[in-house]
């Protein structure tokens, strides 16, 4: 549970009353140190960082990233699509390795965020916040909600994972997870490389560095996300439509667009919202990986746009499908 005031709910928008030079320094501080870090990177290219260094980088930032936004996200806590079994266990393998945390404990956060949003019991809003000012709300959603003692109770909101054993043996390990996505990038870059020294700077720019980006770019669909950008829904939170976070979270920074449509696998509803995780999906489609994705046909859309923002969310229909799981 989350130190929130009880007696604060979503109308006080403390995005509203911040000086824009505070909002700015908050905004600073998340990409100053991005830039910073491509910065590095440039100038150690070629001696502590090469091609090699900047494939693995990449690539277990795709592999882990999917595993969170295809697996943890969309699968396990919105049951957006269907899939076979070992393409179950292999998105529960890979978000496991993005090192967010044991599969069971990072559903029943999302479900308890969606449950809450924005309001007394929201685990990681910027807006349940408002003794704090704007900068402990934005620290509380990016990241000090991370060390409030208990942020959900597993149990409660994860009754449906739990009875899987396969589910259960993946949550059990998450830890042998991390060492996996760990070991991958440190193995490739040796035996590439043929050197100690390609496995030492594959583990930490394959795995260190790629953690390190991973993290703040998740942690920011809960703070930037929820704070800045277009609201075309009339949800009953404060989410938003962030164009970088869109790209940058492959597709999960269409965040209004998802607290409309929770149980939606496609977030970029638009043709130019860029959704890499959708794409994805649609790619293991047609490979016969993933089948039954809901998704609001058109009219549901304008329908969500002009709705009361207390109408609660809708369940998607899907040709065949059987009901989606809805959030705790
Ligand atoms: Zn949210
Ligand atoms: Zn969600």
């Given amino acids: 549970m989350s130190q929130v005031n009880p007696t604060h709910t979503v109308t006080d928008d403390i995005s509203s009353d911040s000086p824009p030079f505070v909002q700015s320094m908050l905004l600073a501080g998340i990409i100053l140190p991005m830039v910073g870090l491509v910065a590095a990177m440039v100038l150690a290219w070629n001696s502590f ?21 295809i697996g943890f996200h969309r699968y396990f806590s919105h049951k957006s699509f269907n899939a076979p ?75 449906d994972l739990k009875a899987d054993p396969m589910l259960r043996w993946i949550d059990r390990n998450s830890t042998l997870c991390v060492v996996v996505g760990m070991l991958i990038p440190t ?20 795995g260190l560095v790629r953690v390190l980006i991973e993290h703040h770019v998740t942690w920011s669909v809960n703070s930037v996300c929820h704070l800045w950008g277009a609201h075309p829904y009339q949800t009953t939170d404060k989410s938003r439509n962030n164009v970088v976070c869109g790209f940058l979270a492959l597709g999960e920074g269409w965040h209004n667009n998802h607290h409309a449509f929770p149980t939606s696998a496609r977030h970029g509803l638009r043709w130019w919202q860029f959704d890499s995780s959708w794409l994805i999906i649609c790619a293991m489609q047609r490979l016969g ?40």
């Fill in 49 to 69: 960082f090469g091609p090699l260094d900047l494939v693995l980088l990449v690539v277990m930032y795709l592999i882990c990233g999917y595993g969170i936004t």
């Fill in 85 to 159: 079994r070992w393409v179950v266990f292999m998105l529960g393998f890979c978000g496991s390795m993005a090192m967010q945390g044991p599969m069971f404990w990072w559903v029943a956060t999302h479900r308890k965020h969606h449950k809450h949003s924005d309001q007394e019991g929201d685990p990681h809003s910027p807006h349940a916040h408002d003794d704090h000012g704007f900068f402990r709300g934005f620290w509380h959603a990016h990241m000090g909600w991370l060390f409030h003692s208990s942020t959900a109770p597993v149990g409660k909101y994860v009754q």
């Fill in 289 to 328: 990986l993933a089948s039954k994705m809901r998704v609001p046909s058109t009219e549901h859309q304008e329908r969500r746009a002009k709705v009361r923002p207390d109408e609660p969310d809708p369940v998607l229909p899907v040709g065949g499908g059987e009901e989606p799981h809805q959030a705790a």
């Fill in 187 to 206: 193995i490739l870059g040796g035996l590439i490389s043929m050197s100690w020294m390609g496995a030492l700077t594959g583990f930490i720019w394959g």
